[in-house]
Structure formats: C-alpha cells, structure tokens
C-alpha cells in the first residue's frame, strides 16, 4: 500500500505470545494494510468453529443444552449491557465493584477485552458506513463486516486513547490484556461441572465433554455469530425511523436473539441511551434487566432518550453516528 510502513515480519513465536498476552510488543504506531488477516490469530477462532463437530461424538442431554442456552443469554447480557451500554457508550453509571464484575462476565463472551471492545466500537460510531468504518457492510461487504474485521492484523491492538476513561483502572487493564485468562478457566470449570453430574446425577446423561462441547464451544460459536449480525445484518435488513447518516436498521428478530441490540436505527439516532427498543411494544430485554439492576441499587443514572429526540421520526438527532 502506497504511503503505508510495513511492519517487519513477527516471528512466529512472537504470534504465539499474543494469544496469551495480547499487549505483547504491540507497536501502536505500526501501520498494516487494512485488510491483511494475521492468520496465526485465526487458528483458535476455527479450531473453536471445528469443535463444535465434536457434538456428533458427545451427543446431548437436555441439561448440557440448557446450560448452553443459559450461557448464551448471560454472556450476550454481559455484551449488550456492559461490553456495548456500559464501556462503550456510558449510558449508566455503576459501582467499580460492579463495573469489573460486568468486564468480567463480558470476558466470558470470548470477543477479546473491554478496552479492545469498547475502542472498535466508539471508532465505528464516528466513522460509521464509511470508508473508515472497519466493519461497514457498503463498504467492506457482508463477510468482512461479519467476521473478517476481527482477524485482521490492523484491528488487533486496543485502541487505548480512544478509551482513556476506562484504561484509568488496572483491573480492566489486566483483563483486556490477558483476554484469554477468563475463557481459558472456563474449560476446566465446565468440564468439571458434567464429570460431577456424571458422577452424581447420572439420570441426567451428561459428561464432562458433553458440558464443555454444548457449555463453550457450541453457546460461544453461536454467541460469536448472533453478535456479529448487529454489525453485518443491522446495516442490510430492517425499517430506518431516523435517517440517520448510515446504513443502520432496526430489526426486531435480531432485537429478541441479541436481547435488544436489533433497534440498531434507535441506537445510532440516540447512542446514549441506555434503551435502544424506544417504544414499549420494542423488545429489550437488555434494559429490562438494567432496569431491574437500578431497583436493587447495583447501577444508576440510565440514560433515557428524550422524548423530543425520540419522536422525531425521519429526521437524524445530529449525534455523530
């Protein structure tokens, strides 16, 4: 790429450190092509996709399936409502207990850390659909915006000075920079859990690899590619109340697997509220927990949309989308 400095090559035990520890010799003011895939980041991401074919050899329980639904709903609120409500946009304020409780829960989601998270994310919304945009179906196309973004060198390293308020605490340092630690300590955690139902509730009919199969790598592929739809399908499929100065739609299938994240339109009109389905008949359920949170004083402040801004069908409310 003309007016770009290649980087020199990393050996590829230097690659291998990343995988670990993702702040390891970053240079952050390296400059790849935009569209160059480092392949050594993609090799855990489709042995995860891989594993799931493991199913057709630990069969499945109910109890395995449910924990894999359970597991699902829990990390996607842990996304939505801390990852995407929370760090990237502050549209509620909580307690630092609970703030790295939320970051926590999020790491479980295995969509890196959340510093590394909220950076892309608030880079989106001022760039969003544009040729700057790393994840813009109109620009990029639909698989690039789906999945092909997060494999690409150029979008590997966090984005500190994008999230300076949130780079401020250590713990949320720690946990973005061994994004790996908390989803690594999962396996063993669900592969234990169905080696004790085997062993003392065997009229369930699970096992250890049966749990750790259904529990992670099943709930997390799909928990992968259900958030990703907000990026690619968000910006294809749905109405547009606001027209705002990107691609964004609402969508209310998209709305209830993703737990409310589906009124993308909403959410680029009105970035900081805290709920994106603005109408009551708008599903989301994301809120409706924060919202239940507030009762028991564990967050505060939620960010309403006003109504003015709310009511203004067709016409952008002139945020920065």
Not at 173 to 191: E, K, Q, W
Not at 248 to 258: D, E, G, K, V
């Amino acid at each position: 790429m003309q007016g770009t400095q290649q980087a020199a090559p990393r050996p590829w035990w230097g690659k291998l450190v990343l995988w670990f520890d993702s702040w390891a010799g970053v240079d952050e003011t390296e400059q790849v092509d935009p569209r160059r895939i480092d392949w050594m980041r993609v090799i855990p991401f489709l042995a995860l996709h891989l594993a799931c074919l493991l199913v057709f050899f630990v069969g499945w329980s109910p109890v395995a399936v449910a924990v894999a639904v359970g597991l699902y709903l829990v990390r996607m609120f842990a996304i939505t409502a801390f990852y995407h409500r929370y760090f990237s946009h502050r549209a509620f304020r909580t307690s630092r207990v609970v703030q790295f409780l939320g970051a926590l829960l999020g790491s479980t989601a295995v969509q890196r850390g959340p510093l590394w998270w909220a950076a892309h994310h608030r880079a989106h919304h001022r760039h969003s659909d544009t040729p700057a945009d790393i994840h813009s179906p109109r620009e990029q196309g639909f698989w690039w915006s789906h999945v092909g973004w997060i494999v690409a060198r150029a979008n590997f390293r966090t984005r500190l000075e994008l999230v300076r308020d949130l780079a401020r605490f250590p713990e949320l340092r720690f946990l973005d920079r061994f994004d790996v630690l908390v989803p690594l300590l999962m396996i063993p955690a669900l592969f234990g859990l169905g080696v004790l139902l085997e062993r003392f509730a065997p009229g369930l009919g699970t096992s250890g690899m049966q749990m750790l199969v259904w529990g992670f790598v099943i709930s997390t592929v799909a928990l992968y590619h259900l958030t990703f739809t907000i990026n690619s399908l968000a910006h294809r499929f749905g109405s547009r109340r606001y027209a705002t100065r990107d691609d964004s739609r609402n969508n209310w299938a998209l709305a209830l697997i993703t737990l409310g994240e589906g009124w993308h339109n909403n959410h680029h009109h009105h970035q900081a509220s805290v709920r994106q389905g603005f109408y009551w008949w708008e599903v989301d359920l994301s809120y409706y927990v924060l919202r239940l949170m507030a009762a028991l004083g564990l967050v505060w402040d939620l960010k309403p949309v006003p109504r003015q801004v709310r009511d203004c069908a067709g016409i952008d409310a002139g945020e920065p989308s």
